[in-house]
């Protein structure tokens, strides 16, 4: 079922900036960043700004990655941008079609090393999950990444790089002289990829703020949702500095259960998360907060989970994605039936919550919540040695 069609680009992959003397990598920079970087190359600084919204248009809004083609700026100073920077995304090692139209893409970072980025298709729109770190330094325990050592964080460049090598690959970018055409296949993105994006929290910024900029790539903060598992000191700066959406990594209604699945809850546990997250939607200015929780089989998926859920989130604007397992090898884990995962919705739906029974797409190519994991790390542990790691 699965359709595999690899991909190579010629592309030299660079991080933001080459060691001395070479040039600067646009892609990431925010505005600031962008016009400080081109008055310290030699860029008038009177002259700046200008220049500075002339090359972010045709960088995130026409998508071009050549200064020859940017042909509203002076033929001297496209010579001028050439010498001193480039415009460089990831690199796309390879690309795998799943059976319902799910696009994983295996991306190289500089290094070497890699990550995994997933498009899902919907009716007219699409959703992008991004990754912000190689590997994760989490553990969960039902989660195919955290069986992946932490290796680095992501840039900010390579974070949005991750968006337009998925532009590049739907033939997203408008076309000059072309009828404009409002239909987004990225509607959305959502940092729920590889890692824990407060993990990396200056970097996550900084490549939202390149997103959400209503110049460019033009994703609104309701269009982007973070998920954390949970690291509480960052959530208040990700709504007063970022803004987007937030979910909840939540998964347990005990301590107990949740120190075994999501193991930073031994260092913030049930209780000062939900406090933290009550102040959330005011600070952000959200609508809500969306936890989401896995369905596992006799671990957390009980009638009295469901009630101890709805009560725990009393007072919280908020809505429960229940998302049925996803299998991967050597998982100490089973999906909940389908019977129980929809009477444990129901008792959530009756407490008046949206529980949406999340529709697992992209298995058939690994590509599914928790399942990512870079191709060149799937060194297999056993469900033994997993579950052991877990304290089950």
Known sequence: MTATAPITQDVLTLPRKLP???KVNIVGLTREQLRAALIAAGTPEKQAKMRLGQIWQWVYHWGVRDFAVMTNLAKDYRAFLAEHFTIEIPEVVSRQVSADGTRKYLVRIAGGHEVETVYIPEENRGTLCISSQVGCTLTCSF??????????NLTAGEIVGQVMLARDDLGEWPVPGAPKDETRLVSNVV????GEPLYNFDNVRDAMQVVMDNEGLT???RRITLSTSGVVPEIARAAEEIG????????????EVRDKLVPINKRWNIETLLNTLRDYPRLSNSERITFEYVMLKGVNDTDADARRLVKLISGIPAKINLIPFNEWPG????????????AFADIVYKAGYASPIRTPRGEDIMAACGQLKSATERARKSSKEIAAEAGL
């Open 244 to 255: 987007c959406l937030l979910a909840v990594s939540f998964h347990a209604t005990t301590d």
């Open 191 to 194: 940092l729920m990829g590889m």
């Open 331 to 342: 998982a100490p884990y089973e999906r909940s039936d389908w019977e129980r995962i929809e």
């Open 219 to 221: 994703l609104s903060r």
């Open 143 to 152: 989660c195919h990444t955290g069986t992946q050592k932490l290796v680095r």
């Open 20 to 22: 001395e003397g070479g």
